[in-house]
């Protein structure tokens, strides 16, 4: 073989050979950006995997994906920010192919975490819970905590409610009463039980895109840190 034909030859292998690279990858990296914006309602979404040859996308393989997502929303809560970490991801090729749909089936490490600021955490609390915005939720290191006066058995109290956010069911966060402070009186007995059943609130993250469970909750100076885990 003439020597320009053999490099004609070599540089049609390498084509054929880059092609899932040069074509898969941006495919898959755009059907993830419109999904999880979509999901999540994210104003910002970057996606990035590693596919060193791009044939792993033809098997249904990801060998690792980092997701981050700015300004999203589950359901009435906003979430500052969400990224997703991955590795060995398996997803169902024919149906990203065929109907443009990454379905995810299994991976052998997922993780990610949440950050939600405490001027969202108030939103969500207003509406959910408090449309009168008697109290405010207040986040600290290590701590959280609701005050502000409200109005029972014809007295105004002044009141600090003190308390936990507890991963619920795997996939949601619930704020439980731990503790009450009423600033200038005696506490009756049954007010910290008719205040704890009327403040007790869950955030649910059962909409999210992947199977998660959530695993740790971070309190920080005005926001809170969540990390979840793949199921």
Do not use: C
Request: no cysteine; hydrophobic share 45%; proline share 4%.
């Amino acid at each position: 073989m003439k020597p320009y034909l053999l490099g004609a030859v070599l540089v049609m292998i390498l084509l054929l050979l880059s092609m899932p690279r040069l074509v898969l990858v941006p495919l898959v990296v755009q059907e993830l950006e419109d999904e999880v914006g979509q999901f999540l309602q994210a104003q910002q979404v970057q996606v990035q995997l590693e596919a060193p040859w791009g044939w792993e996308l033809v098997f249904g393989r990801l060998p690792r994906l980092d997701i981050v997502a700015n300004d999203a929303r589950m359901d009435a809560l906003r979430v500052f920010q969400v990224t997703i970490h991955g590795e060995q991801i398996r997803f169902d090729p024919r149906s990203l192919w065929q109907d443009k749909e990454l379905v995810y089936t299994e991976a052998s490490s997922l993780w990610g975490e949440m950050i939600l600021t405490e001027e969202d955490l108030n939103a969500y609390f207003w509406q959910e819970v408090d449309q009168d915005r008697l109290l405010r939720l207040r986040v600290a290191p290590g701590e959280i905590g609701l005050g502000g006066q409200i109005s029972l058995w014809n007295m105004e109290w002044t009141i600090t409610l003190l308390g936990d956010l507890e991963v619920h069911q795997g996939s949601s966060l619930r704020f439980v009463l731990k503790n009450l402070e009423v600033q200038e009186t005696r506490i009756p007995s049954v007010l910290l039980e008719v205040l704890s059943e009327h403040y007790d609130f869950v955030v649910d993250f059962g909409v999210f895109p992947y199977p998660v469970e959530l695993r740790e909750v971070h309190l920080q100076e005005e926001q809170i840190l969540v990390t979840f885990g793949g199921l």
